[in-house]
């Protein structure tokens, strides 16, 4: 079989490069596909299934048009579109993925993640994921007004692209320790993840067996997608343009 993994294209209004080139991939990568995974961040911000987006209803026909052909879609959340609930799965007809998640792709067994769970050095990061996440919180913000939610959304992207900006790069990237931990508790030997926009194959010694770490890129000058097949775990970009 073979399989599509893409993450953090934060799809929005002012970026038309990245859904053309997004639809382009549809169109061409993942309808040669069978499978196709979208680890987080897929969109920039996600306010609610019940936001209005014309955005967001072109990208969930796009998605429903290449189910409708057999290809099987998963979503997996990110810290940009935690929000993002059943509804919107189907309208795009796909189906949503806990974090983290275990696939077997030909008969392997693989850990998928959206990969901000990992970034643990980060200790700001790490407390406001706590804060949001938590299953409260997340009821709060679902019944706020959407306008609320529209105010609430900007301002924590505005900090969140401000603190990252003044952040030393090894604190945003994942820590290798964790990863081994993780990988260790779920029992696999490769990991697939994004969010830290550093596309890269790794590869690692977990009690002395060879392993591999994943790393999806971001959607900004290049799109970037991982193709599995029966031989191989390939990790291309194309020029959005």
């Not at 969930?60 to 189910?67: E, K, R, S, Y």
């Not at 929000?83 to 007809?93: D, I, S």
């Not at 275990?102 to 993640?113: C, D, F, H, K, S």
Request: proline content about 3%.
């Amino acid at each position: 079989m073979r399989y599509l993994f893409i993450s953090d294209l934060h799809l929005e209004a002012k970026r038309p490069d990245i859904t053309r080139a997004f639809l382009h991939c549809l169109e061409h990568q993942a309808s040669q596909a069978d499978e196709l995974y979208i680890l987080g961040d897929f969109f920039e911000v996600w306010l609610g299934d019940d936001d209005p987006n014309p955005l967001a209803r072109q990208v969930a026909a796009a998605l429903a048009a290449l189910a409708e052909k057999g290809v099987r879609i998963y979503l997996m959340h990110g810290n940009r579109d935690f929000l993002m609930g059943h509804r919107f799965c189907q309208e795009a007809k796909c189906t949503l993925l806990r974090d983290p998640c275990i696939v077997t792709l030909n008969g392997q067994r693989v850990l998928l993640m959206h990969g901000d769970s990992l970034c643990i050095d980060d200790l700001a990061y790490m407390r406001m994921r706590r804060a949001l996440r938590n299953p409260l919180s997340l009821f709060i913000l679902r019944n706020l007004s959407l306008k609320t939610r529209h105010r609430i959304g900007r301002k924590l992207r505005d900090e969140s692209q401000t603190q990252t900006q003044q952040k030393a790069s090894d604190i945003t990237d994942v820590n290798l320790d964790k990863v081994i931990e993780v990988m260790r508790i779920h029992d696999v030997r490769t990991l697939i993840h994004g969010h830290t926009h550093r596309p890269e194959m790794h590869e690692l010694m977990i009690d002395g067996e060879p392993a591999k770490r994943i790393v999806l890129g971001d959607w900004d000058k290049l799109a970037w997608f991982l193709e599995v097949d029966e031989k191989a775990y390939r990790l291309n970009s194309t020029p959005l343009a």
